[in-house]
Nanobody
Framework: QVQLVESGGGLVQPGGSLRLSCAAS????????MGWIRQAPGKEREFVAA?????????YYADSVKGRFTISRDNAKNTVYLQMNSLSPEDTAVYYC???????????????WGQGTQVTVSS
């Protein structure tokens, strides 16, 4: 079992930045693909970004965040990050960290999920 705990969410003005963290426990994440998925009020969960566990650190991004968000991982700290820049109100959502055995854009492809952290972009 992998337990995931997100942090770093909050209220930010449009154009601002936030850095989300996802701390894992229970098992090392070094052999898991890690993803960030978000869910806005009244909407389905939406893939945001993912990073592979293998050495090439392949990354996937949703088109809506490409160039603004960066996913990274520190296996030594058992932690994954999501740097979010140039935030807009459309990025407002609960952001979930997830772990899975394959690198995928499918929200159904992850086995372990955190509880989520709220990100609100508003002036």
């Amino acid at each position: 079992q992998v337990q995931l705990v997100e942090s770093g969410g909050g209220l930010v003005q449009p154009g601002g930045s936030l850095r989300l963290s996802c701390a894992a426990s229970g098992r090392t994440i070094s052999r898991y693909a890690m993803g960030w998925i978000r869910q806005a009020p009244g909407k389905e969960r939406e893939f945001v970004a993912a990073v592979s566990w293998i050495s090439d650190r392949t990354t996937y991004y949703a088109d809506s965040v490409k160039g603004r968000f960066t996913i990274s991982r520190d296996n030594a700290k058992n932690t994954v990050y999501l740097q979010m820049n140039s935030l807009s109100p459309e990025d407002t959502a609960v952001y979930y960290c997830a772990a899975g055995t394959i690198l995928t854009r499918s929200t159904g492809g992850y086995d372990y999920w955190g509880q989520g952290t709220q990100v609100t972009v508003s002036s």
